[in-house]
């Protein structure tokens, strides 16, 4: 991975890294104690040396001294140090946890050093260990050169009672030579017994311990951190854990995030990317791109110019066919209706396919376009109050053949060129004919320039994937961290495999940073300026299609009907 990879990742999951090291941070700070917990350390240094008299020649060898450095460890020496300073607890454990030692044999020096929450325990507990690990080897010793002197006067006692029976043998006549022979050669023993008990009996200590340094009355400071030293670090060590884990994260996030990510699953170029909302946004109605997000606002207007693109240069091409002569005269009125049926779907639920349909719908209507919204997502569908429209009947009293008309079923809204056809009060119809599916979308194009159907999830229901082959144009919608990689995959080949008219993706909640609006903040009171002039404009506009078409202009939409429609039922957004 590149390093730009890494910022990425941190981007993706940057929630986890701070959530691991707010964790650690507190658990840290609060289990650890109010005081800083300080430790000390005091140093006792013990020589190692023999007498002159000693095979070594006055030096101690280091198999000596790193057998002497075992006492310090475990037995004799931990308890009687114990028993000095008061420890009450297994003396091996004090041993082990307060007391290290460094060993150098070539000069015969042991280190003893003790760590203490105290200096003066430091010190008395080095010292304790030092001057009963001298007095615990000279006691060996002595009882060693005891041993050794025994045994030697063992030997001689054994020498001079053979002695002397051969010379009472040779007394009593064997004047043999080899009872000469034994006489000679025990007498000759005799003396080197008598010679070995004489220098154990006149060595004090083979081996001698002397104190070299003592432990000073001033100990050193080792450590001692508080709180917030300890919170700092464990910070650090949460940082570290939390990048560890977001990397993880990230390796096994099938969810899309990126432009790039996004049109190499889906096969689609990405039309539209629509920024995240604010949190105060998010649980209000579907057009508030166009009451307080000109950054939303100018995604959704983006997605427009690009439909209507595609709808002009289709145009362009059946008008070009027309005039080389091979069409007739139903070639204008296909040109017409060409890219005026738009369908917008998504993969999944939650994906924001009802607030890309509203919100394109006004963006059609800003532009002077006639709208009509068709609602035929009939398990979860687009509230109507978004519009300041009311629920009644819809697509699914329709499709039940309860009338012959769609007209009967289309309601004015609170935006000027935009009506609504609800979704009805029939209900979900599983197994909709395609002939009356047909049917309602041939009237509704001739009831708008621009019709656009809002569906159910392609991946979820069947009636979106027979509408999405009735539909000039084909818009998908992909949610930034939510759709996944397996879903979109199986969307993309769904159309592939339908030939739907799919041209686009757009991407819903991008994150954008602190520093991405091109607008930057508007002036104090230029929110309200520019909604009322949005309604002015557009009700300027209604009026004068319709003043064009009956000479009476329509009545105009309440500020108040206005503010409700943005609010939307129950505060919630549509999916």
């Given at each position: ?35 800083p917990?300080?430790a ?6 013990v020589?190692?040396?023999t ?14 001294v ?49 760590t ?24 060996r ?7 050794e ?33 034994q ?18 009996r ?27 030293p ?6 650090v ?6 990048f ?8 096994s ?6 432009k ?56 362009q ?11 007739n ?27 890309t ?5 006004m ?12 609602s ?30 769609l007209?009967r ?118 929110r ?48």
């Amino acid at each position: 991975m590149e390093p730009v990879d890494y910022l990425k990742v941190l981007k993706n999951h940057w929630k986890v890294v701070a959530a691991l090291i707010i964790l650690a941070m507190v658990v840290t700070f609060y289990a650890s104690p109010a005081k800083p917990t300080k430790a000390y350390s005091a140093e006792h240094v013990v020589l190692l040396d023999t007498v002159a008299g000693g095979e070594e020649g006055g030096r101690a060898s280091s198999s000596n001294v790193t057998a002497a450095a075992i006492f310090l460890e475990a037995g004799e020496v931990p308890k009687r140090a114990a028993a000095i300073v008061g420890f009450e607890g297994d003396p091996n454990v004090l041993a082990q946890s307060k007391i290290s030692k460094v060993v150098e044999p070539e000069s015969g020096l042991i280190t003893i050093t003790a760590t203490a929450g105290k200096p003066d325990e430091a010190i008395a507990l080095a010292n304790a260990f030092g001057s009963e690990f001298i007095k615990y080897v000279a006691e060996r010793e002595g009882q060693r050169i005891e041993a050794e002197s025994a045994q030697a006067q063992i030997e001689v006692d054994r020498l001079e009672q053979q002695l002397t029976e051969l010379q009472n043998k040779q007394a009593g006549g064997d004047n043999s030579a080899g009872t000469q022979g034994q006489i000679e050669a025990t007498t000759d023993d005799l003396g080197t017994a008598i010679r070995t008990a004489a220098t154990a009996r006149d060595t004090t200590s083979y081996v001698t311990l002397r104190e070299a340094v003592s432990a000073s009355q001033d100990a050193g400071f080792v450590s001692g951190f508080g709180r917030i030293p300890r919170a700092l670090f464990m910070g650090v060590v949460g940082a570290l854990a939390g990048f560890g884990v977001a990397v993880m994260l990230d390796r096994s996030d099938s969810r899309l995030r990126t432009k790039d990510q996004v049109e190499r699953r889906f096969g689609l170029p990405v039309l539209a990317e629509v920024p995240l909302l604010a949190l105060r946004d998010r649980s209000r109605a579907a057009v508030v791109a166009f009451e307080r997000e000109p950054r939303v606002a100018e995604a959704y207007r983006g997605l427009r110019t690009a439909l209507l693109l595609f709808r002009s240069r289709t145009e362009q091409h059946a008008l070009a066919t027309n005039g080389n002569g091979h069409s007739n005269g139903h070639s204008a009125q296909a040109a017409n209706s060409v890219r005026q049926l738009v369908v917008v779907t998504s993969p999944e639920a939650g994906d924001g396919k009802s607030t890309t349909t509203a919100n394109l719908a006004m963006a059609y209507a800003e532009s002077g376009q006639s709208v009509l919204l068709v609602s035929w997502d009939l398990w979860r569908p687009l509230s109507p109050g978004v519009f300041d429209a009311q629920e009644g009947p819809g697509v699914a009293d329709y499709l039940d053949g309860s009338a012959s008309s769609l007209v009967r079923y289309v309601q004015d809204t609170s935006i000027p060129g935009v009506r609504i056809v609800t979704a009805g009060l029939g209900g979900h119809h599983p197994y909709t004919q395609i002939e009356n599916a047909r049917r309602l979308l041939e009237e509704a194009r001739s009831l708008a320039n621009i019709v656009i159907v809002d569906t159910a999830p392609i991946l979820s229901a069947s009636v979106t994937r027979e509408l999405v082959t009735l539909a000039d144009a084909v818009v998908v919608v992909c949610r930034s961290g939510r759709t996944t990689g397996p879903a979109a995959d199986r969307c993309a080949e769904l159309l592939e495999r339908l030939g739907a008219p799919a041209l686009g993706v757009v991407l819903v909640g991008v994150p954008t940073g602190p520093f991405a609006d091109y607008y930057g903040a508007p002036p104090k009171g230029s929110r309200g300026l520019e909604r009322a002039g949005f309604r002015r404009r557009q009700t300027e506009e209604a009026g004068a299609r319709h003043k064009a078409i009956s000479g009476a202009a329509p009545a105009r939409p309440t500020s108040a009907g206005y503010r409700a429609g943005m609010r939307g039922p129950e505060g919630r957004e549509p999916s």
